[in-house]
């Protein structure tokens, strides 16, 4: 049982860096507001290329966006996040790598995040609430991959799923499950993973 069990979590990991390097070319822009009417909203591209090429010292152009679009269903209390996938790589990367100039714009701050799979917003989100409760020195996210570090000392550790989490020393006093689910009275990590406003 205990190997099915394996095979079936090394299954699950193939296929979800399957899914991660479909979104290398994506980013995620979180807290641009919405336009008040949906045809207005059609000028998302124009706006974000405003802002990269104001802002983040950019020169980007209409060829350089391969698809733009919000994510969900409206909602009145917060913007829907943007799924941005550039025509290569390189610009997404730049384009990524600048996000710390991000304005705010009409007075909300605006943030720039990787695309990550379900799984792994989930996994970060988790992990840096560790960070804030100072279990962990700092999370942050390279090339869809989760970083952190232990302590201040320590090399940074690629973290792709639960069993690695709580293999951390720091960590290992809490009692969850491989998918994140808190079991018994230990620290209860988040099981409903909700889009952080910065991923950084």
Do not use: C
Request: glycine content about 4%; hydrophobic content about 30%.
């Amino acid at each position: 049982m205990e190997r099915k069990k394996q095979k079936i979590e090394s299954l699950r990991l193939q296929i979800d860096t399957i899914e991660q390097n479909l979104k290398r070319r994506n980013v995620r822009i979180v807290g641009l507001p919405e336009a008040n009417e949906p045809e207005e909203d059609l000028n998302l591209e124009q706006t974000i290329m405003n802002i990269a090429n104001d802002h983040l010292d950019l020169n980007l152009e209409r060829t350089d966006i391969e698809k733009i679009h919000r994510m969900g269903r409206v909602n009145s209390k917060k913007p829907r996040d943007i799924i941005m996938t550039f025509s290569n790589q390189e610009l997404r990367n730049k384009f990524y790598n600048s996000r710390k100039k991000t304005p705010k714009y009409h007075e909300n701050q605006i943030y720039i995040n990787e695309d990550l799979t379900t799984f792994r917003a989930k996994l970060y989100y988790d992990i840096r609430q560790l960070v804030k409760r100072k279990k962990i020195h700092s999370a942050w996210t390279q090339q869809g991959n989760i970083m952190l570090k232990v302590d201040e000392d320590s090399r940074p550790t690629v973290v792709h799923d639960y069993i690695k989490l709580r293999s951390l020393a720091t960590v290992n006093i809490y009692d969850f499950d491989d998918d994140g689910d808190s079991v018994g009275s230990g620290y209860s990590l988040a099981t409903n993973m909700t889009t952080p406003e910065a991923m950084d």
